[in-house]
């Protein structure tokens, strides 16, 4: 496909297009990688389709023919690359859904008038802690709005303990009624 421009070496149109491929074959890579730890069989079908053809023509170009020292280093530095691109853009995607847990030392009705107006569903407990009372506000919510709920919590309560995960399983509550209806 290429020509090469010196005995056993690929010339830098062929090095450039594998490190392209790289950089689109490793965040397919990912992303279906990411999507079969959430059960998303159906894009992960389509990815890792996608990610083959995108795989085995760069690979062919790698070791097809000569094998070049400069494609192969190429090929390496560029699954790097991509690895750090595909998690930039399944940040950017945000697929999921996150637990929030916020402790703090009051109750501040501020901050739960405008998690609700927001749109957040939470459960509030009351709890002892080792000087006095605490509030825990437990938040599930989409990947895509944390930074959101992070920063309406941090403008009410500054001092708060926030935590985050990403749960495995849930079942029923506010946000899963709220999906469904929209289905409907």
Request: aromatic share 12%; net charge positive; proline share 2%.
């Amino acid at each position: 496909m290429f020509k090469r421009d010196y005995e056993g070496g690929a010339n830098v149109k062929e090095i450039l297009l594998i490190l392209f491929l790289q950089l689109i074959y490793v965040p397919l890579l990912t992303l279906r990688t990411i999507f079969l730890v959430r059960n998303l069989t159906a894009l992960a079908s389509i990815f890792g389709v996608m990610e083959i053809l995108v795989y085995v023509f760069g690979l062919s170009l790698v070791f097809g023919g000569d094998q070049s020292v400069a494609a192969m280093v190429v090929y390496a530095v560029g699954f790097g690359v991509g690895i750090i691109y595909g998690i930039k853009i399944e940040k950017k995607l945000a697929i999921g859904y996150i637990l929030v847990i916020i402790n703090t030392q009051s109750k501040n009705d501020e901050l739960i008038d405008t998690l609700k107006n927001n749109g957040f569903g939470f459960t509030l407990f009351v709890g002892e802690g080792r000087d006095s009372k605490r509030y825990k506000l437990d938040v599930l919510t989409k990947r895509n709005r944390e930074s959101e709920l992070i920063a309406t919590v941090e403008k009410f309560e500054p001092q708060a303990f926030i935590m985050s995960y990403e749960p495995t399983y849930f079942k029923g509550g506010f946000l899963l009624g709220r999906i469904k209806s929209a289905k409907n």
